[in-house]
Nanobody, 123 residues
Framework: QVQLVESGGGLVQAGGSLRLSCAAS????????MGWFRQAPGKEREFVAG????????WYADLVKGRFTISRDNAKNTVYLLMNSLKREDTAVYYC????????????????WGQGTQVTVSS
């Protein structure tokens, strides 16, 4: 079974950039649809971005479209989230997740989760 470990979070000023990484163990990484979600204090976990198995198709939440880019490297068993033009409201714990359904934005559709990495955007 694939295990997921996120990294790359931290403190950044508004307008800055961060790149999150999610490294997967196991040999079946390329068989999973991957997604990034986030959860701010007191809020529900929300979808951020998703990518299909080959990396040829991506989908985004409206709030991040044009600012965030999801990508994957199946040879390295890693999925990335490049976040540009960060805003204070992007502050959250970011999770990567593995699922099986393309274009899905529902957390319930993703069966495997990492432990999360904190992203804090200051003004």
């Amino acid at each position: 079974q694939v295990q997921l470990v996120e990294s790359g979070g931290g403190l950044v000023q508004a307008g800055g950039s961060l790149r999150l990484s999610c490294a997967a163990s196991g040999r079946t990484f390329s068989s999973y649809v991957m997604g990034w979600f986030r959860q701010a204090p007191g809020k529900e976990r929300e979808f951020v971005a998703g990518i299909n198995r080959s990396g040829g198709s991506t989908w985004y939440a409206d709030l991040v479209k044009g600012r965030f880019t999801i990508s994957r490297d199946n040879a390295k068993n890693t999925v990335y989230l490049l976040m540009n033009s960060l805003k204070r409201e992007d502050t959250a714990v970011y999770y990567c997740a593995a699922g099986s359904t393309v274009l899905n934005r529902n957390p319930a559709a993703y069966s495997l989760w990492g432990q999360g990495t904190q992203v804090t955007v200051s003004s």
